[in-house]
């Protein structure tokens, strides 16, 4: 019996060519660095029954962007996985919640940045909006702090003050306020 229990789950991500086709996958935790390849992820903008937005703080412990604030959750879909049952999947695991109402508002979306260590991000990302009647119970590996926001607010700060907050985050807001959320 030895090794079970020290077996831990490998969690893959979906490699992309150029034209956002599947041509792969690779574990997460080898696939960020200074070169990483094209890959898909997502990202969730998490509102209350009152229009307040979800904000969390990145765990340190995160490999890209740690300490950093930014939006309700992100992710990667495992290969084979329908990019609507990550959300949900993570934000159970990251947040301890429930969402309803899952909208995908910007289906197109795709960025690359370099955190300070180097480690680049390069993702194709669409991004959702979902509604929780739930309060957070977040995973302290994944999100260190939250706080629920006026999303006008959190606008407001991705136009002026983008450095304060997650690079796709930064971008994402500003192109989700032209869209009226």
Known sequence: MSGVMDMVEREDVVLLDDLRQPIGAAAKDEVHHGRTPLHLAFSCYIFDARGRFLATRRALGKQTWPGVWTNSCCGHPAPGEAVEDAVRRRAS???????????????????????????????????YTA?????????????????????????????????????????????LGQEGL
């Open 93 to 127: 695991q990251e947040l301890g919640l429930r969402v309803e109402q899952l909208r995908l508002v910007l289906p197109d979306f795709r960025y690359r940045a370099v955190d300070v260590t180097g480690v680049v991000e390069n993702e194709v990302c669409p991004v």
């Open 131 to 175: 509604v929780t009647a739930e309060e957070p119970r977040p995973d302290p590996k994944e999100v260190m702090d939250w706080r629920w926001v006026d999303w006008s607010a959190f606008v407001g700060v991705a136009r002026t003050a983008p450095w304060s907050i997650s690079p796709w985050a930064a971008e994402q807001v500003v192109l």
